[in-house]
């Protein structure tokens, strides 16, 4: 069973950075890693994708050119480097790991327990 844990959130101001960081233990389940975000009364959406073998990434519209996510084999972690925040961004981030190019958390079968990032206007 994989497990996942996040960490790096925090309080931003309006056009700071944050680096989050996904710790992977156990089997990957399928080959590609995701980040997620939710904000309260709103639905969990798709931020960011990699796969996790040959590192190749896909974001969503609201965070092209912002945020990048990469990957450390060795240290088996994913990251989210965001940039450029904005208050809008404000939500809880999750890492999630799942068999696909997908953007559907429903694609996703291992999730880890968040990390909260707020963003001050």
């Known amino acids: 069973q994989v497990q996942l844990v996040e960490s790096g959130g925090g309080l931003v101001q309006s056009g700071g950075s944050l680096r989050l960081s996904c710790v992977v233990s156990?089997?990957?389940?399928?080959?590609?890693m995701a980040w997620f975000r939710q904000a309260p009364g709103k639905e969990r959406e798709f931020v960011a994708g990699?796969?996790?073998?040959?590192?190749?990434?896909y974001y969503a519209e609201s965070v092209k050119g912002r945020f990048a996510i990469s990957r450390d084999k060795p240290k088996m972690t994913v990251y989210l480097q965001m940039n450029s925040l904005k208050p809008e961004d404000t939500a809880v981030y999750y890492c999630?790991?799942?068999?696909?190019?997908?953007?559907?958390?429903?694609?996703?079968?291992?999730w880890g327990q968040g990390t909260q990032v707020t963003v001050s206007s």
């Open positions: 999630a790991s799942g068999p696909r190019a997908a953007t559907m958390t429903s694609d996703f079968g291992s």
């Open positions: 156990g089997r990957i389940f399928g080959t590609y």
């Open positions: 990699i796969n996790w073998v040959v590192g190749n990434t």
